[in-house]
Structure formats: C-alpha cells, structure tokens
C-alpha cells in the first residue's frame, strides 16, 4: 500500500510496453493511456495518509510525499488529457512514448520519497533520461533536426547538472561519512563555516536548479521547450518541477538559516533568475519560449519563498509552484489545441482567437492575467504570500526587486492577451475543440478562480504538508 | 475597531450592492442572447442603483465612523480580512457609481453591436470592483479590486475599442500596474509595522519616522498620481478616453479617476501626514500646472473626446489642489468636486458619444451647425458645458468656488495662478459649443440628422437633475462629507508636528 502509486506506474508502464509489441489499435491505447493515468491518479488519493519507510530506510512515504504524488499524478493526468492527439509524434513510436512518460513519473514519484543520496541520484536519473528520449521523438518537420538538438542540448546540460550533484554528494559523503539525507544534514550544520560544507550543499542543489530552471542552470530551457513536440514540453514544464520543489524543500529544510552564505547566493540566484527571465521574455515571438522564460522567471519566486528558511516560506511556496503549474498547463491545453499538425505558435497565430474559439481565449487570458499576478487570480495570492514572507525576514530590497519584476512581465503577457482579443483572425479558421479539452479548460480556470480567491484552505494543507518533514 | 459602526437595520446592504452585479454575470455566461443580456444587465444595475438609495438614507451624519461595516476573516494566516464600511469620503462616490452605471447601459444600447453579453459582463464585474474599491476596508482587498478592475476595463477598450484600441489599452493597463507595484510593498510593510494588520483605520494616525513616511508617501503618489492623473503622469488618459466606447468613457471619467484621488484621502493624508506635508508645496504646483496645461492643451483640439479628456486633466487638477491646500473648504471642495466631475464630464462623453452614433465621427469639424437640427441635444449639450466651466448655478460652480476659496486661505499666489485655467475651461468650452450649435458658413449638411430620442433624453435627464440640484443646493451633499472631512482634518494638523516646524523653517 505504502508504494501502490510507484507499482502502479510501474505496471502501467510494462502494460503499455506489451501493447507496443503487438500491433494494436492507436486510438484505442490513447484512451487506454488515459485510463491508466487515472488509475496512478486513484492510487496516489488511496494513499495520501501512508507512512512509513521502505528500502533500508532510503525511502520515505509521509504526508509531504503523498501529496505531491497527487500533484504530480494530478498535473500528469491533465497533460495526457491536452496531449491525447500527440500530434506532432509518429505514429509508430506513440506507445513507447507513452511509456518513457510513465517511467519519467515513476522516476520523479521516487524523487519526492527519497532521503537518502543514492536514492535522490538513481530516481532523479530515471526521471531524466526517460525526458531526454521523448524530446527527441518529435517528428523531422523539414529535415532540420530540430528535435535532435533540442534532446542533445537537454542532455548535456541535465548530465552536466547531475555531475555537479554526484560530485557534490560525493563532498557530503566524505565530510560526514553518510548518505543518509538526514544524517549528513545534521552533521553538515556543525560545518557551515567550512567552504567544503557549503560547496558541498549548493552543487547538491544545482541538480534540482536544472530541473526547475533556476539561473545559472536555465540555459537548456527556451531551446528545448521550442525543439520538443508542444506535448512533451507541457509535460517538461510542469510535472518535474514539483518534484524538484519538493526536494529542494526537503533539503534545504534541514539546513539551518546560518548558513549565511547559502541564503546569499540563493538571493542572487532567484533575483537573477527572475530579471533574466522577465527580460529575455519581453522579446519573444514563439509563445513556448516566452513561456519558458517566463518560467524561469517564476522558479525565481518560489526560490524567494523557499529561502525564508521558514516554515510559512515552504508552504507558500508549495501553494505558488502548484498555482503556477496549473496556470502553465492551461497555456499548454490552448497551446495543444490550435495547432492543427503540433506545430510551434507563434504569438501571431492566436489573432483573433476569441472569434475562433472564445472557451480557449478565455482559458487562455485567465492563465496569462494569472502568470502575470493579477488578482483575483492564484498567481496575485502566490506572489502576495511569498512577498509578505520574504519581508518578514527583512528581505526589503528583495521584495523591491521582485515587485519590480513583476510590472516588467506584465507587458509581455499583456501582449500575447492583446493578440488573442484585439486583432482579427485573418485566415484562421474556427477551432473546433471537443468534450475532453473544454471540460479540462473549465476545471483550470476555476482552479486558478478557487486558488486566488479562497487560498486559506489550501495554505492550511500545504502548511501541514511541511509539518510533516519538520 | 471602535472606528466602526454596525448598522443593524440593513446588515448586509453593502455587501449586496458589490455581489449583486457579480452574481449577475452567471446567467450571462450561459444566455447568448443579446436583446436579454441587454435588458437583464439594465435590470441589476438599476437594482443596485435602488438598493444603494437607503445607504444614503440612513447615513449617519454626526458620526466619522466608518457606518453600515460588515466584517468577516478571510484569510486567517494573514489576518486578512473582509471589512467594508462608508464613511463621508467615500458614500457619495459610493452612490455616484451605483447611479452611473445603469445610464452607462442604457448609453451602450444601441452603440455596442458585437459580443453584447461578453460586453455587459464586463460592465457588471467592473461595478462589483468599483464599489468594492470605495468600501474596502482591508488594504488587501482594497488593492485586489483595485488591479482586478484592470482586467475588465482593459478589454471594454480593446475589445469595443476605437481603431487605436490596441495601443491605447496596452498603455492604460501599463501604466496603472506599473503605478500600483510599490503600493503593493508599501503595503507589505505597513503589515509589517503594524503588528500584522491589514486593516485601514490601524494604519492611520500611527507614528512612524518621518523617512518611512516619505517613502510610503512616494509610493502612494506614484499609484494615485497616475490614476488620477496628475500632470506628468496623464498621458495615457487621452488615449483611452478617446478610443473606449462610450460606456467605457464615462466609466473612466466618472469613477476610475476619482479613485485616485479618493486614495490621496482614504490613505496618503491619514498614514503619511508629515510626508503629505513636506511634499504638499510640490503637488500643489504640479496640481496648478495640470490645469493650465489641460486647459491650453483642451484648447487646441480637433476631437471631441480628447478635448473632454484633456479637461478633465485640469478639473482634476483643481480636484488635488484642493485636498493639498488641507483646510475645510478645499477638502469638501475637492470631494465635491469629485462628484461634479463624474457627473458633468460623465454627461459630456454622453453626448459625443450620441453625435457619434449618428455621424460615425468624432471630429469637431463634423459636427458643426447641429444646432438647427437637434435643438434638444444641443439644449442639454449647453447645460453640461455651462456646468464644465464653473458657470454660477452649476454644479462645478460650488466646487471650484469652494476649492479656490480654500486655495485662498492657504496661499494667494497659488490662487492666482489657478484662476486662468478657470478662464481656460470657458474658452475651450464656449468655443466647442459654438462649433457645435452654430458652427460657420462652411458648416456640412446636417439636414438628415435625427435628434434625441427617447432612451437618450431618460439619459441625460438625471444628469440634468443633479447638475442643477448640487448647483443650487449643496447642502444635503455638503452634510453628508462634513464630520468626516472635519475629522481627517483633526487629526491631520494634529500629526502634522514636526514636519510644519521643519516647513516652516525652510519657507520663513
């Protein structure tokens, strides 16, 4: 029971991998893959309230893990929904597709358990490399390679990324003599004065800065969001970095706050982050790379909530990353539905979308109004929560800065709204959207309504999420 | 919380008046139907305006508390809450935006053809928010509804817009978010500084050091200034008004910007007085060149529209003179103002929106020497010019008189230099009147227009009512603000302490 979302992926995964052996229906298995994601997403509910260690005491199962299994079962099941077409994937490899998804989830379920290194290493690799192939699986749209490079250059920089954290782990094991997560943590605190210990911690946390796509690890993301079938960045842009909140929380939880080193470069990387992504966005025209600086732009907040060092920090970040990832899936859904072929969008080809499908335009002007922090809207509360906190630790030209940050992205949200409703739909036809697609626009919109509008609750939840590591 | 009053007679009244037009936006979401969407947003609106008729009833006006509170916790970990009250800052504002709005319908009847009930959704969420505004007690709430108004009335203007909507809309959004990200830190860290409250009257009279004042007040003047706006920030004033349908117009003049100025009341003079006193020379004088420019600017127009929008930067100007001179009569004069300024430059967009309709222009060119055909129109079209200028018996008239009175008793040097835009606003008036009623021996053909009907006259008339009811007697309006002006004033001189000596210092 403890491990029944983990076995479930598992199986699923072995039950698609029968599937692509034989010669079956595409159709079918689609609606099958879908079935399969809602039985993962059940088993994650049937064990919220588990508890327990598994594997020698590597594997944790807590309130914390159960409930980002949910997140991530939840936001998984909504990118299997907006991706069922995989428009832009050969059809012969759709099964195998579907199989690296599931084994990529599996990988970063594992990920939000795991407490000891090894563990953290292994289920962080199985979640990436299984990435890493479906970037590359994007059909050859005029023999440009597109793709390949895309897959390459997410490889080499996650490689580079996880070597940063082998190595580190490598410090922490040799200062400490453990790669228990909890053992190395509390002898690790006696240290902090020593480079090592400090060093050790932040290229530890390198790894999970790439998969959020924290400065100075964000080089990989406009290219690969642009390269990848518009699917799988949906997938890329969301579901991992839970995952990657979720251990960055459980880390840097068991540091304590004097670690004034780490606290300043952790500042620097979220306000650079922040300015970085905001001002490379302004230019954008491909509406998957101003997405995925704007990304970059937002893992900057949650890192501004995560180094408050505080309990409310955490959970504030928790509720901001969950915000953001169902604003961004409801941009990807839209994304997802006007292509006819799984192209790329430009910003130009949503011209008048609210003539050709006014439900999408709608979805889309709330997620963006919401990205942009407007309220009534869960980006506004996110953004007021992780502001208030950080100012509570004194953070007052922090909280300038990401003030500030906020009036710059507004215009380029702004001008993607602007093309959607105030220009004419020249030459494009009427989107006609199905049952599937306008039910999960609906649901997102009124998550991202719920979420601003009533956050009590949700923070009272993710508050006692983290209680549950402390 | 003793500055809060429960009124048990009508315990939920003002939160009806801000959900009722939400509430109303659900049937329109599932009824495309236009003729429906017409008459049922005509129906709540007017609702509304009659339920906010014993608000103004049943108005204590011996008492500066805040009347008719209803308070519930919103969000516990933040100590955020939903408080609302009136008091007499805001009530007339309160009751202007009510009234407003089922004229702004009825002006939208015939002129908005496309994606009607998308159109009337965004009227009612912007009245929900807009009363809101003027209730909130919560600085939380009060800033939420503040920049979720944009979302609206960014659309009203970029989607039934002019042909310059894109870039217009755009900017009107820019500046006002751009305006309100430091009142957001500004925020913050009263929050901070006030053993965590987001409530407003905790805020007001507390001592902080005269350097945070400064910088709260910096950050205020930038959000309000351009709300307003003020002179160096009013650029994108005309833009919008000029390419906004005629609702969207009239929205924007009559309550949009008074929030700006509400603000310089509700929290610039009550949480930063020695700030509001130090920087009070500086406004004033930017509020002075507002008026001349705005006049002078007004004066050189072609366009209808961006004539009346240039004016209203100068009767706003008058509108912060009088708040910055700080003594009785400026202060009611300013809040007076207010309300005359929604009215009348409310009234004027009216009308060039119905010149609008008939001739599909609003070029001044092209509608002279109306007169002969449309003597109703033009009969009202004098009436609200009259009352724009000052002319004694108008509405404008008791408050720019209360203003420069006030303007006097502070300084006599200010007061001379407001005179001329006084001047100003009857040259650019009287020479847009003449235009219009007789125009030239060039005038174009004008023989085939239609002159008001019905629905536009039950328009105007309302308007008409109060010009001449605040014109002649002001009293019943003047009652209802007195106590509470009287008391921010109290208590202003009161903390104005060391900053005065320190002015004085500089200035004797």
Known sequence: MQFLPELTLLGAGLVIFLLSLGKTDIDKMKTFAIILGTITFGATLLSWDQEGTLFFGSYQVDLYSQVFKILIAGAMLVVLILGRQLKDIKKSVHPEYYLFLFISVLGLMMLVSSIELLAIFVALELSSFAVYIMVAMRNDSGSSRFQMEAGIKYLLFGVTATGFMLFGMSYMFGLTGSTQLSVVMSKLSYMYAQPAAIVAILMVLAGFFYKLAIFPFHFWVPDVYEGAANETTAFIASVPKLAAVALLIRIISMVNGEGQVIVNVLMACAILSMFYGNLSALIQTDLKRLLGFSGIAHAGFVLLGILTFQLSGYANAIYYISGYVVMNLACFLVICSITSHGENVQINDLSGLHKRSPLLALTLAVALFALAGIPPFVGFMGKFMILTGALKQGFLIMVILAALNTAIAIFYYLSVIRVTYCSDPNNHGRINSNLFTKTASIVLMLIIIIMGVIPQPFLNFATSTVQAIM | ?508
């Open chain 2, 1 to 508: 919380m003793d500055q809060l009053l429960i009124n048990p007679d009508y315990p939920h009244i003002l939160s009806t008046l801000i959900f009722l037009p939400l509430a109303g936006t659900l049937l329109l979401l599932f009824i495309n139907n236009d003729a429906f969407a017409r008459y049922w947003t005509l129906g709540i609106t007017t609702v509304t305006a009659i339920l906010s008729i014993p608000v103004v009833m049943a108005f204590d006006t011996t008492t500066a508390n805040f009347q008719f509170v209803e308070q519930y916790s919103w969000i516990q970990s933040l100590n955020i809450q939903y408080v609302i009250g009136v008091d007499g800052i805001s009530i007339l504002l309160v009751m202007l935006t009510t009234l407003i709005m089922p004229l702004c319908v009825l002006a939208s009847w015939n002129y908005i053809k496309t994606r009607v009930p998308a159109f009337m959704i965004c009227l009612l969420i912007m009245e929900s928010a807009m009363l809101g505004v003027f209730m909130a007690l919560d600085i939380v709430l009060f800033y939420i509804l503040w920049e979720a108004m944009l979302i609206p009335m960014y659309l009203l203007i970029g989607i039934w817009g002019g042909p310059r909507k894109i870039y217009a809309s755009i900017k009107f959004f820019l500046y006002t978010l751009a305006g309100s990200i430091m009142l957001l830190v500004a925020i913050i860290w009263l929050y901070q500084t006030n053993n965590y409250s987001f409530f407003i009257p905790d805020m007001m009279w507390q001592d902080y050091s005269l350097t945070a004042q400064t910088y709260l007040f910096l950050a205020f003047f930038l959000a309000f200034a351009i709300k307003v706006p003020m002179f160096p920030f009013h650029t994108w004033l005309p833009a919008a008004h000029v390419e906004a349908p005629t609702a969207g117009s009239v929205i924007l003049a009559s309550v949009l910007l008074k929030m700006g100025t509400y603000g310089f009341l509700r929290f610039a003079l009550p949480i930063t007085p020695e700030a509001t006193t130090l920087f009070m020379p500086y406004v004033l004088w930017l509020s002075i060149a507002g008026i001349i420019y705005g006049g002078f600017t007004a004066l050189a127009q072609q366009d209808m529209k961006k004539l009346i929008a240039y004016s209203s930067v100068g009767h706003m100007g008058f509108v912060t003179l009088g708040i910055f001179v700080l003594n009785i009569q400026g202060v009611e004069g300013a809040i007076l103002q207010m309300i005359n300024h929604g009215i009348t430059t409310g009234a004027l967009f009216l009308c060039v929106g119905m010149i609008y309709e008939r001739t599909h222009s609003r070029e001044l060119r092209s509608a002279t020497g109306v007169g002969k055909y449309m003597p109703i129109y033009v009969t009202f079209l004098t009436f609200f010019a009259l009352s724009s200028f000052g002319f004694p018996g108008t509405n404008s008239f008791v408050g720019e008189f209360m203003i420069l009175a006030g303007t006097f008793k502070h300084s006599i040097v200010l007061a001379l230099a407001a005179i001329p835009g006084a001047v100003l606003a009857a040259a650019y008036m009287l020479r847009m009147l003449q235009k219009i009623v007789w125009g030239g021996t060039d005038n174009p053909d004008q023989s085939w227009l239609q002159d008001l009907n019905v629905r536009e006259i039950i328009i105007l008339c309302p308007f008409l009512f109060f010009v001449f009811w605040i014109g002649l007697g002001p009293q019943p309006f003047i009652d209802l603000m007195h106590i509470s002006v009287t008391n921010l004033l109290a208590q202003f001189h009161a903390h104005q302490g060391q900053a005065v000596a320190a002015v004085e210092l500089i200035f004797h």
